[in-house]
């Protein structure tokens, strides 16, 4: 696991366009960072949400899922980070199942941002953090002498580390949503999932948290898996693009090639116009609509 | 922001915000528990003066290391005493054990009073007393079985692909009524005689513990509070909701068992020495936390604030209600109710805003 923390640059792996159907794992996901999905079913109480699902997500990259609502998109991060048991399939981490893991071990490889998040009252910025260590102490819990580095570098990372003595529940949305990320980068982990980690954000905090996901992923090579609504912003910030609809992955890859009139039609039931980003030259999702105001 | 990423932490001599942070809530537990200690002391150098023959503190005192008269050493080490140590390790356990129904529930009116927990615990001795016709130690084990049971019950009832903490708590109230209904009726039928020595299991008070019974009863506190001390290590996690504390490595169902069940054998412990003693396990918890304030369950603070509150409780009884003597659920009870009612008021306004 260490050593695979010194790579820091993105490998420039060639992405498959789509994890053929039960093959096994191969020595291209030797990665410990790999992330596979192989014939993975999920449901809650008893209704199917996501039926015999293959998916490979690329180490060292960022990915973001994206689909319709109650598309499964954030079922399939739930499973993923076995936050919800599957009903058949399995999940595998760089070729091991994750199910054979303790959540301890897996904690501390795979960190995850749930959808909602609530503080407990009195718990204080620094302290909300350091719980990100949880995985990586002892029974008694014990203080390990590195913690507070890690901790500190994750406040800083997150531009938080002003607010470390402040008690959560006085910050801004902005600000709380950068504080639990801040809590899972101190966790360590090689993978870091989010389940729409830009919900309640306005457009400029969005931005800057993309953006501070993608310093991520560049500086420590972390694997970025996000579920996102947003699909401009998707596309501008994902190496690899996964749309969902209905529970099933209908397309996969880079997002330029992915993004497309026809898939945002069939995936979204949306009539839309794509064009490049005039910014960063992805795709840009332009919706028809019925009513066009203005000139 | 980028460069900081990557970049090792320089390692200077100023320690760092979350170190001192970490200092500055070590000092405030330690002064917290000092001061909760010296009140346990000062509480319970008043019980040993006051009472039906008055000892002042040095006669008191020097009866308790053996070097006073045989009239005091009788006073202290046979009657007030082990008053003093029912109601401390009473205290401790309620107290112990509304933390972590508090904290594993995520509900600052998840406790034992609450849930019927309690109820359970006396329905079971009363049955065992009054039916069954059991002494001793069979008292408390069926105070046992009849917290477990309640407590399977509100599982049962209340376990949707894990455990509700809202729904759970509602479970447990209807539980509650069930065995406060079930003991008015094995009280109403039973003989009077009978039914005055199983009241103590309604009311709850520490008179009358003695001897052997204490020290089962100091036992089995210290075993489960060891058992405590090692799931405790899985509240900060679980207090941050399921998926944050599955997200951090936490086997979240086994824990919340795992604490709930060590919960129920304190209340069943304690209810099947002294009795429920109303709202202990509810109010002490609630105080701990407002005096540590770090977002943590607060355990040794609960258990330190339930013995000193229900030494305080026991006193009141005693000495200050002018010349009646209270039994302590009886006094606890009324500083309580008023307690719970402002809970239950501000709570739902919070809720709303």
């Known amino acids: 696991m260490t050593d695979v ?111 909602s998040s609530v503080a407990p009252d009195g718990v204080r910025v620094a302290e909300l953090v350091g719980r990100g260590r949880y995985p990586h102490q002892g029974w008694f819990g014990r203080h390990r002498s590195d913690d507070d580095a890690v901790v500190m570098r994750a406040l800083e990372a997150t531009g938080v580390a002003d607010l470390a003595d402040r008690p959560v529940a006085e910050l801004s949305g902005g600000q709380r949503q950068r504080v639990w990320i801040a809590m899972v980068l101190a966790q360590e982990t090689d993978v870091v ?56 992955v209908v397309a996969q890859g880079e997002p330029s090639h992915v993004l497309t009139e026809d898939a945002v039609l069939s995936a979204f039931g949306l009539e839309a116009r794509v064009v490049p980003d005039p910014v960063s030259g992805t795709p840009l999702v332009v919706p028809v609509g019925r009513h066009r105001h203005g000139r | ?110 406790s034992p009073d609450i849930l019927g927990i309690a109820s359970g615990a006396s329905l079971g001795a009363v049955w065992a007393l009054l039916v069954a016709g059991l002494t001793g130690l069979a ?35 209807g539980f509650a009524y069930l065995c406060s209904s079930l003991l008015a009726w094995l009280l109403a039928s039973a003989e009077v005689r009978e039914a005055a020595s199983a009241l103590v299991w309604t009311v709850g008070s520490v008179a009358d513990v003695r001897g052997a019974e204490l020290t089962t009863f100091a036992a089995g506190l210290a075993l489960l509070a060891t058992a405590v001390a090692v799931v405790g290590r899985w509240q900060g996690p679980l207090a941050l909701g ?35 003693l109303a709202f202990v396990a509810l109010v002490a918890p609630a105080i701990a936390r407002r005096l540590v304030d770090d977002g943590g369950p607060a355990l040794t603070t609960s258990a330190v604030t339930g013995a000193a509150l229900v030494l305080a409780a026991d006193l009141v009884g005693q000495h200050g209600l002018f010349d009646i003597s209270a039994p302590t659920g009886i006094v606890t009870g009324l500083v309580g109710a008023p307690y719970l009612l402002w809970l239950l008021a501000t709570h739902g306004r919070k809720s709303q805003a």
């Open chain 1, 193 to 248: 999932l989010l389940d729409e980690p830009t919900t309640y954000l306005d457009v400029a905090h969005q931005v800057e948290l993309l953006d501070l996901l993608r310093d991520l992923n560049h500086d420590r090579g972390t694997t970025v898996v996000m579920v996102l609504h947003e699909l401009n912003l998707a596309a501008r910030y994902a190496d690899h693009l996964v749309v969902m609809s209905a529970g099933r």
């Open chain 2, 139 to 173: 008292v408390s084990g069926a105070a046992f079985l009849g917290a477990l049971t309640i407590a399977f019950c509100i599982w049962f009832f209340a376990w949707r692909q894990g455990l509700h903490p809202i729904r759970s708590v509602l479970v447990g109230v």
């Open chain 1, 5 to 115: 923390r010194t790579f820091s640059a993105p490998v420039a792996a060639s992405v498959p366009a789509g994890a053929p159907q039960g093959e096994p794992a191969t020595d291209r996901s030797a990665d410990q960072a790999t992330l596979r999905a192989d014939g993975v079913s999920i449901g809650y109480d008893g209704r199917r949400v996501i039926e015999g699902l293959d998916l490979e997500l690329p180490a060292r990259r960022v990915t973001a899922v994206v689909g319709p609502n109650a598309c499964g998109k954030s079922t399939l991060l739930r499973g993923l980070a076995r936050l919800h048991p599957l009903e058949a399939g399995r999940v595998t981490l760089g070729g091991t199942d994750v199910s054979a893991m303790s959540r301890k071990e897996l904690a501390r490889v795979v960190g995850v941002l749930p959808q």
């Open chain 2, 242 to 276: 399921d998926d944050h504390a599955r997200g951090l490595g936490v086997p979240v169902d086994a824990a919340r068992v795992g604490s709930l069940l060590l919960a129920v054998g304190l209340v069943a412990l304690a209810t099947s020495v002294v009795g429920p």
């Open chain 2, 1 to 110: 922001m980028t460069t900081t990423l990557g970049a090792p932490t320089p390692t200077s001599a100023v320690p760092t915000p979350v170190a001192a942070l970490r200092a500055r809530r070590r000092r405030k537990l330690a002064l917290v528990l000092t001061a909760l200690a010296v009140l346990l002391v000062a509480l319970a150098t008043l019980a040993l003066t006051l009472g039906a023959a008055s000892l002042p503190p040095s006669r008191a005192l020097l009866a308790l290391v053996g070097l006073g008269d045989a009239g005091d050493t009788f006073i202290v080490h046979r009657l007030r005493l082990p008053r003093i140590e029912a109601a401390v390790l009473a205290g401790a356990a309620f107290g112990l054990a509304g933390a972590l129904f508090q904290s594993t529930l995520r509900n600052p009116l998840a």
